[in-house]
């Protein structure tokens, strides 16, 4: 078999990788039976080459040409797919392979035949081979438009979730009306799940009572509830878990990084980590966790989102918004002038100083920026590094 590769990132180069090893050759696209192109390289840049799959595509064929199965549970969404996928990984004991950290096809030759799958709309994009067992589509927010220009677009590409297993078990949440269609069409059984589904329910009741004991940290917030409620759903649907011994496992489940992750106390100031926060739907979902008054540092590269919204519920909000970064400017322009509730910096570290120095007892300080970090960063991770070991340095 002869495959090209399109692109030379950590994908890219994951694939050539698992070619080496199994002696697949690498050509030029012209000469291939496939070629598979890195999430990162948008489909308009390879109009004319019908063999085209994503990697997620080449590890699914590649597994299936082993002779071995695999018992893939699949997440997508726009917000907090990361955080499910690592659950349903926690409540199974399995690897995770996608979107979250490590290229799917170097689980191909991994012993365990289940594994939980986190898939972002550029790898779905072109993915039509992919099969999973059970499907999860968190929620859709606008998001990702610079790529897909369209929320009708943004919602096609994360539906070819269900395009790829019609008939699987779906567990889906609240989103757009674009995404509507996708979930009514789909033939499988489904699971809407909402702040009224009575496992979240069940969850929430059981997280405040296990916070007494030291544990729950990572179900922190209505959204994780919901969060945790996905993930045991989909892994009831092909385990036989119990949902009562599920809901106690998962109270041991810790926070991932720069996903409201707790930083330190100090002086009766709780400081939370929420980099991975990169739209504004997602900081505000962060923002109504909490109780009490929020100095919220918010900024970064701007993605040319919709803010009329966001702010004025910012605006309404028991906040305080320290905003930084390329984005400043424009949120500046949107909200009334010297207006108390917002100060405005230059950087992240001078935002971290400010929030240091009007913070009181019961207060928590909270970095969840509602942007990408490209204007000061390398990634969120690398913001949320950097935020850590500031406040760190400071306590």
Known sequence: MKISVLGTGVTGQAVMGYCKRHGLELVSPDGADWVVASPGIPPSQFPNLPNIISEIDFAWLMR??????????????????????????????????????????????????????????????????????????????????????????????????????????????????????????????????????DLVKDIAAQAASAQLDGLGKGVIGTHNHINAAMAILAVSQLHSHTLNGAIQDIMHYHALPHRMEWVASTRGVSIYNDSKSTNPDSTLVALHSFSGRVILLLGGKDKGLPLDEFILTLLRAACICVCYGEIAPRIRSLVPPSHPSFVFFDTLPQCVDYAFNIATHGDTVLLSPACSSFDQFKDFIDRGDQFKAYVRSKI
């Open 64 to 197: 299936e040409a082993s002779g071995r199965h695999w018992y893939p549970i699949a997440v997508t969404g726009t917000n907090g797919k990361s955080t499910v996928t690592a659950m349903i990984s926690h409540l199974l004991s399995c690897p995770i392979g996608g979107n979250f950290g490590v290229p799917l096809i170097e689980f191909v030759d991994h012993e365990s035949d289940c594994i939980a799958v986190e898939l972002s709309s550029y790898q779905l994009e072109i993915t039509r081979f992919f099969q999973p067992m059970v499907s999860v589509w968190t929620n859709l927010t606008p998001d990702h438009l610079e790529r897909h220009h369209t929320m009708a677009d943004y919602a096609s590409a994360k539906a070819n979730l269900l395009r790829c297993a019609p008939h699987v078990p779906l567990i889906y949440g609240d989103g757009y009306p674009d995404m509507v269609p996708f979930i009514e069409s789909h033939l499988g059984p489904s699971i809407a799940v909402s702040e009224s589904h």
